[in-house]
């Protein structure tokens, strides 16, 4: 047996892989990536791919930056390990905050680091939660989130999640956490309306949903700035600056997960600064470290802060964080990656190519399978359609996404395919010619399977 076969055959006999059909695995088995050099990545038979996805929407600055490397190397000599519990500290933890804060929107002043935007969002919860008992409003706990968001898999972040199998068999969502409408106009819109109305229908209902449960019962409202695992929805102009003003007038906190939009994604530094949103609490993690190591954080308003501080005197301790908490060597890496976006402008690198970007994915609305191409600077997804006037969507035993990915991948691009549409996040050094690449490549597998 090759020590091919060999890898595949060990991989279904031992792993559960996340987000995988577990039936088609036991008869597919794995594709092993074996190396990574700038956005490409190669397979274990030597195959190579552009990465479109940066992995999970991650890997931000490809997968062979040596500064990264070397500065976790660095970082390993020196101290492996250290943790921040009952006062303790370590360097790269204290430097990271100092840098993330200089570029993180002004109103956030403390972090509370983790390891993955899971629980960078379960932490948000669990902080509204306190925040509310510390202030008096015990009764202030449920948090609105929206159909189609997605905010991780742990028990509260599974729940904030808006999409139907982060639910199905898990028993989620859990009480205290209500769901609101995706504001994607395609697939929400009534016959007729315009967009302008469409999102004031939303706003409107978000305030209806306020008033129902009763705004002293709402703590928090969380959104992505662009949905991503959703399907890539771009929030239509006047949604956020409206949904804003209704958290205001019932005093809801507004917690906004960057975990995909933060650090350039959206051609800002953050998604907050593309769609001007002021939050309360803001996760982050992903580009954070450009996805090298594992490290995330959750970012709050001095307001909160002072009023969780003040408890001390009744429950002692601030009981949360984790063994890995600030890791001196995520981030020492998540450290490098910051300066690295400052010395080589990585906000405007993406805005020198976006606009590319965006003309190759908004020229595939024209193709016959595609009902809508939506995006903002380099993220975006492509709509299937059966039919464009009725919009109608594949039948799921279709798998048309599946289809077009599989084909996609066969001209050495990876996209992702996300029920009816294909998702695309490239990491932010791609370059003009390999943007053709990458659509080049997604109009020849669309083509086939018409
Ligand atoms: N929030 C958003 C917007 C995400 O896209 C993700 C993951 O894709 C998460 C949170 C969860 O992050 P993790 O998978 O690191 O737990």
Redesign the pocket.
């Known amino acids: 047996m090759s020590s091919e076969t060999l890898s595949s055959t060990t991989d279904v006999k031992n792993l559960v892989h996340p987000y995988t059909n577990l039936g088609d695995h036991l008869n597919k088995g794995p594709m092993i990536i074996d190396r990574g050099e700038g956005i490409y990545i190669y397979d274990n038979h030597g195959k190579r791919y552009l990465e479109g996805m940066s992995g999970?929407?991650?890997t931000s600055l490809g997968f062979s930056e040596e500064r990264l490397v070397n500065a976790a190397i660095a970082q390993f000599k020196k101290l492996p390990y250290y943790h921040l519990f009952n006062s303790r500290s370590n360097t790269p933890a204290i430097e990271l905050s100092a840098k993330l804060l200089e570029i993180a929107p002004k109103n956030l002043s403390k972090i509370l680091y983790a390891?993955?935007?899971?629980?960078?969002?379960d932490a948000a919860v669990k902080l509204v939660w306190f925040y509310h008992n510390a202030i008096g409003k015990p009764e202030k706990k449920k948090i609105i989130s929206r159909l189609r968001?997605?905010?991780?898999?742990?028990v509260a972040?599974g729940s904030l999640t808006g999409l139907p199998a982060n639910h199905l068999h898990f028993d989620l969502p859990i009480d205290r956490i209500l769901h609101t409408d995706c504001p994607s106009y395609y697939h929400g819109a009534e016959s007729g309306e315009s967009e302008e109305a469409f999102t004031q229908r939303l706003i409107n209902n978000l305030e209806q949903l306020i008033l129902k449960e009763g705004p002293e019962t709402v703590g928090a409202f969380i959104a992505?700035p662009v949905?991503?695992?959703g399907g890539v929805i771009v929030p239509p102009e006047g949604y956020f600056e409206g949904v804003q003003k209704v958290l205001k007038k019932y005093d809801i906190l507004f917690i906004v997960?960057?975990?995909?939009?933060g650090f350039g994604r959206t051609g800002m530094m953050f998604g907050c600064d593309t769609f001007n949103l002021q939050p309360d609490i803001m996760?982050v993690?992903?580009a954070l470290s450009s996805s090298y190591l594992?490290i995330?954080a959750t970012m709050i308003s001095q307001a909160i802060y002072d009023k969780i501080a003040e408890q001390s005197d009744e429950v002692g301790v601030f009981a949360h964080g984790v063994t890995y908490s600030g890791h001196p060597i995520c981030a020492a890496v998540a450290l490098e990656t910051i300066k690295i976006y400052q010395e080589d402008n990585i906000v405007a690198h993406v805005q020198e190519v976006a606009p590319h970007f965006q003309k190759r994915l908004h020229a595939l609305a024209s193709h016959p399978l595609v009902g809508e191409s939506r995006g903002i600077g380099l993220i975006g997804a492509i709509e299937l359609t059966q039919d464009k006037a009725s919009k109608k969507p594949f039948d799921s035993s279709v798998k048309i996404e599946k289809r077009v990915q599989e084909n996609v991948a066969k001209h050495g691009v990876l996209v992702r395919g996300i029920r009816n549409a294909i998702a695309l996040c490239p990491p932010l050094i791609i370059t003009i010619e390999q943007i053709d690449e990458l659509f080049d490549s997604l109009e020849k597998g669309l083509d086939e399977v018409l």
């Open positions: 999970l929407w991650c390891n993955s935007g899971s629980e960078a969002n968001g997605y905010h991780g898999v742990t972040s992505e949905m991503g695992a997960d960057e975990v995909i939009c996760s993690a992903k594992p995330s």
